[in-house]
């Protein structure tokens, strides 16, 4: 059964920055392109981020351009997001992401648990 564990959420103060990482249990993930979603409390689930498969080209949510960092580690079936300038506003669960349907901001196949961001004002 594939699974993905996410870790490295947390509370962490406006400005600051948190990074999180994803951990596919098979191999065979690394040659799927990857993202990250997030759920804020009543809200719907959104794109925030995703990665091609050799980790050459990245997409990002408006959102978090210039803000949020994607990439990957294929050989530790591994991928990461790396977030600065934290606001209030980015407060939410993210979820990891792999092998996506059709294109990289819709369904994907596999989900990751979630982990909790807080971003405190």
């Known amino acids: 059964q594939v699974r993905l564990v996410e870790s490295g959420g947390g509370l962490v103060q406006a400005g600051g920055s948190l990074r999180l990482s994803c951990t596919a249990s098979?191999?065979?993930?690394?040659?799927?392109?990857m993202g990250w979603f997030r759920q804020a409390p009543g809200k719907e689930r959104e794109f925030v981020a995703a990665?091609?498969?050799?980790?050459?080209?990245?997409y990002y949510a408006d959102s978090v351009k210039g803000r949020f960092a994607i990439s990957r580690d294929n050989a530790k079936s591994t991928v990461y997001l790396q977030m600065n300038s934290l606001k209030p506003t980015d407060t939410a669960v993210y979820y990891c992401?792999?092998?996506?349907?059709?294109?990289?901001?819709?369904?994907?196949?596999?989900w990751g648990q979630g982990t909790q961001v807080t971003v405190s004002s």
């Open positions: 992401s792999a092998r996506p349907r059709t294109v990289v901001v819709g369904e994907y196949d596999y």
């Open positions: 098979e191999r065979t993930l690394s040659y799927y392109p």
């Open positions: 990665i091609s498969w050799k980790g050459d080209s990245t």
